[in-house]
């Protein structure tokens, strides 16, 4: 168990409706990371935040948009789903805005646009 | 921008075998280097990390040399186990500062298949 908790772990949806990933930073943990890998794009980064704000962003479609909470969990929200948006989405978490330390990752969330 | 290549993979090999991996990168500064491990069906976990020129990171055998001449961070292992079989990736950070803070994201290369045969 890494201390990053994701959920749910899968998530099976139809075209066009939309979904909430949720992710809870290891414990002391500020920033927290957004990734989505693909079979053909591989791990893209999608957003940072770091204690509440929007620190850096990344290949992040405009359909999709996330936040990041007072208790320092996170939301990924993906609106107006299409069939390539199925991917596994990771999220990261880091003591700080992130450096040398890199990053801890959860386990992922599968989805599955059908 | 920053990058990250790996060899092309899939990478097959017998057990105990020697392993080495590729990665070079591309920075407009001096980014710390990571290996990244996914083993099947979980989530990426850090394998070595290495934050300036000539440092080398190891762990479970692993290990690898920040190599600034050759803008390098190639992963090897002298004898490798069925159970290393998995995808690795290499990464760097790079900081960035903007308005008194810094921040950095983690750039993968594309990642490497390996697998081990008993």
């Known amino acids: 168990d890494s201390g990053v908790t994701q959920t749910p772990k899968h998530l099976i949806t139809a075209t066009g409706q939309r979904v909430t990933l949720r992710c809870s930073p290891r414990s002391g943990d500020l920033s927290v990371y957004w990734y989505q890998q693909s079979l053909d794009q591989g791990l893209q980064f999608l957003i940072q935040y770091y204690n509440g704000e929007e620190r850096a962003k990344g290949n992040i479609l405009e359909r999709f948009s996330a936040q990041q909470f007072p208790d320092l969990h996170s939301e990924l929200n993906l609106s107006s789903l299409e069939l390539g948006d199925s991917a596994l989405y990771f999220c990261a978490s880091s003591v700080g805005p992130g450096q040398g330390n890199g990053y801890t990752f959860g386990s992922g969330t599968r989805l599955t646009v059908v | 921008g920053d990058s990250v290549t790996q060899m092309e993979g899939p990478v097959t090999l017998s057990e105990e075998a020697f392993l080495t991996i590729n990665c070079t990168y591309t920075?407009?500064?001096?980014?710390?280097l990571f290996w990244y491990v996914q083993y099947p069906g979980e989530g990426l976990q850090l394998l070595l990390k290495a934050t300036k020129a000539d440092d080398k990171g190891s762990n479970k055998g692993f290990e690898a040399t920040y190599r600034k001449e050759t803008t390098s961070f190639h992963l090897e292992k002298g004898s490798v186990q069925v159970s290393d079989s998995a995808v690795y990736f290499c990464a760097l950070i790079l900081a960035v500062y903007a308005g008194g803070t810094s921040y950095g994201k983690l750039t993968f290369g594309q990642g490497t298949i390996l697998t081990v045969h008993p």
């Open positions: 920075a407009t500064g001096y980014p710390s």
